[in-house]
């Protein structure tokens, strides 16, 4: 069986997002499957732990989608070098706009910013399954 995963969460991002994929993912492997993943390249992680790239197993076949830059446009409009704001956002330790582009962020546009990279994971699935087939 061939499988074609896709997730934003994969190594060298760290976090239980991407320790539950490397777990599926050796699970999967041991047990026969074919397994290309689709992942995203310079992704804005809250964790980064390149030795987890280590723990990818060698028959994965990993195809990286190039993420766009939110902490650096986040960088660009709050005019500071601070980090995306992710989880729990403490607004006392934010200028009046940071706090403005936070609250709009959260409540009118979207609650997740990696789905600008939806895109760029679309276009790498099509590509990788216009060259081989998948099961699932």
């Not at 310079?42 to 195809?63: C, H, M």
């Not at 709050?78 to 940071?98: C, F, H, V, W």
């Not at 979207?110 to 679309?122: E, G, K, S, T």
Request: charged share 20%; hydrophobic share 45%.
């Amino acid at each position: 069986m061939k499988l074609l995963l896709i997730s934003y969460y994969f190594p060298p991002g760290g976090g239980a997002a991407v320790q539950r994929w490397l777990r599926l993912i050796r699970c999967l492997t041991d047990r026969g499957i074919d397994l290309s993943v689709v992942c995203s390249l310079g992704g804005d992680y809250p964790y980064s732990d390149p030795s987890l790239l280590a723990k990818v197993p060698s028959a994965v076949r990993v195809i990286r989608a190039q993420a766009p830059n939110m902490s650096a446009l986040w960088q660009r409009l709050t005019r500071k070098q601070a980090e995306l704001p992710y989880g729990n956002i403490d607004p006392a330790s934010m200028n009046l706009l940071a706090r403005a582009l936070v609250y709009i962020r959260i409540n009118f546009i979207i609650p997740d910013l990696r789905v600008f990279w939806n895109p760029a994971a679309y276009r790498a699935a099509i590509k990788e399954l216009k060259h081989r087939p998948y099961d699932a």
